[in-house]
């Protein structure tokens, strides 16, 4: 048997053995499947955010000298109807007497409307059993009847008889002026 001599060439600084060399391959790899990943994912996670005139509706404010007394202005809050009604000294009389009677979901009159504007009335207009939005003055005390499934509501939005499980929705609003208020 003949023997073979294999020539060996030492590995040269930057040669395909060099750890560092891998370790830097693996590395550009990695952070270019993660570039990409991102650049397909982006679009899809974008899409979720709400759009503009979603945003746009998120709060509007509303003059509350264009209601008159007695008078309810229904205005569009995210896609629901909201109503503001400035309510009669009647209407308000009414309310805070009946704040002991028996209800379904018990509240004050004082906790349906802000300190000092006893007169505004703001209610999201859905009615909380299955969301129809109830007709003021048909009801027998005074207030809102929801057509779809008779729940009756008093002045100042409390659930008085009927299938629906809560008073008319309070949405968060703030006054920025005597006659001005912000919704949202």
Known sequence: MANTVVESYPPTEHGADDPNRRDFIHIAAATAAVG??????????????PSADVLALASIEFDLSKVSLGQQVVVKWQGKPVFVRYRTPKEIAEAVK???APMKDPATDASRHKPGKAQYLILVGVCTHLGCVPNFGLGDY?????????SVYDTAGRIRKGPAPLNLLMP???FTSDTKIKIG
Do not use: K, R, S
Request: charged share 15%; with cysteine.
């Open 36 to 49: 990409g990943v991102a650049v397909f994912a982006w679009p899809l996670i974008d899409e979720m955010n």
């Open 98 to 100: 009946d704040d002991n």
């Open 142 to 150: 005074g207030g809102w009847l929801c057509p779809c499934h008779g």
């Open 172 to 174: 968060n609003y703030a």
